[in-house]
């Protein structure tokens, strides 16, 4: 499960350093986002919740995301985690801790542009069971 599941401690590391902002949007474009850089690494997630949002989660400093537009909240499970949608198209837009104090997020890299998508490796959660990489085994 994804809320039960600790990012590395280097997930901000996963990223390469460029001058332009990256844009991603919401089908609508009310929701959009300007991220500080393009994710090196993706992950699919298995778990109940990401497998059935059809997302590929790109992990961030919350410093690094520049956030507009009104999104609804869904929170399951222990409650550790926002997933935000835009209130209009209804598209997962990201996660982020309820605690503010957690320096992490997801971004759903499905609303990058193909280009910037396309760039970056893909990397396999075991959410559903393990929680680790399967590269990790």
């Known amino acids: ?22 844009q991603a949007s919401c089908h609508c474009g009310a929701v959009r986002l300007e991220i500080a850089v393009a994710p090196a690494t993706v992950t699919d997630c298995n778990c109940s919740i990401c497998r059935r949002m059809g997302v590929l989660w790109a992990y961030y400093v919350p410093d690094q995301v520049r956030l507009a537009g009104a999104t609804d909240i869904y929170m399951w499970d222990d409650r550790s985690i926002q997933f935000h949608r835009c209130k209009v198209c209804g598209n997962v837009t990201h996660w982020s801790a309820v605690d503010e104090s957690v320096a992490r997020m997801g971004v759903n890299a499905r609303l990058l542009e193909p280009q910037v998508l396309a760039a970056a490796r893909l990397r396999k959660l075991d959410g559903a069971g393990s929680g680790k990489y399967l590269e990790q085994g």
């Open 1 to 22: 499960m994804l809320a039960n599941y600790e990012l590395p401690v280097s997930f901000h590391a996963n990223v390469e350093q460029t001058n332009a902002m990256i």
